[in-house]
């Protein structure tokens, strides 16, 4: 799995966007980029994941960039609730019908402000 | 509602002693994972199962085991052998194969040493 690089800590004002960047330089052609949260005392949520599009759900918005070796995860509108812990987590789906589990760093500690 | 299930959610250890954390799901998924949190640290994978009767050590499996008797439960043991056995433990389920990226997690048992 590609190495990735957060931000230990951010803030954002809540109401605002928060925009949070993940740099994984060494990313191979077929590697995903998966992004989770960590609410405190919590276990992490699985929030939105993509190959080399823009995608978008419910709950925020991922921008890759063209080469992929980079990507923000964007929550539009933040809200307290979303003070967490956020992972950037970059690998290759199993299409051997296995599953090994997925490696977890320290992530980006997001602090929305009220 | 379909979801993943830890108990008890705080446990205290004696000195020598094993203990068991429970975890079940009702999501129907293959595959099944613990995880261990130290303060301020990501997750480390203790153990994982793709399929009932068959398991595999993560990278600190040392003083832990495990067992899948039945698709919905993964217990997991920490023995004596654990000589820091203090940590947040994190049980998580997913599908295998193409979308076994996607984990479902608990919500942790702290475990802590008398």
């Known amino acids: 799995d590609a190495k990735t690089t957060q931000p230990t800590s951010m803030d954002c004002a809540e109401g605002r966007a928060a925009n949070l960047p993940c740099n994984h330089s060494t990313i191979s052609g077929n590697e995903y980029v998966y992004w989770y949260r960590q609410i405190h005392s919590q276990g992490p949520q699985y929030i939105i994941h993509?190959?080399?599009n823009n995608e978008t759900n419910e709950m925020a918005s991922l921008i890759i960039t063209e080469d992929r070796k980079s990507s923000t995860l964007i929550l539009p509108h933040a809200t307290l609730r979303d003070t967490a812990v956020y992972y950037c987590i970059v690998r290759v789906p199993d299409s051997g019908g296995g599953a090994d589990g997925l490696t977890f760093g320290k992530g980006t500690h997001l602090i929305i402000q009220p | 509602d379909g979801g993943i299930t830890q108990s008890p959610k705080y446990l205290f250890r004696k000195e020598g002693q094993n203990v068991t954390l429970s975890c079940e799901q009702n999501?129907?998924?293959?595959?099944m994972y613990w995880y261990r949190q130290d303060p301020g640290q990501g997750l480390r994978l203790i153990y994982y199962s793709q399929i009932v009767n068959d398991f595999q050590k993560g990278d600190i499996a040392e003083g832990y085991s495990v067992s899948r008797e039945k698709k919905e439960s993964f217990p997991l043991t920490v023995t004596s052998a654990q000589k820091n056995p203090t940590a947040f433990y994190l049980c998580?389920?997913?599908?295998?194969?193409?979308?076994?990226?996607?984990?479902?997690f608990g919500s942790g048992t702290q475990l802590s040493v008398l």
């Open positions: 998580a389920s997913s599908h295998v194969g193409i979308r076994s990226e996607k984990l479902f």
């Open positions: 993509g190959l080399k």
């Open positions: 999501l129907n998924h293959d595959a």
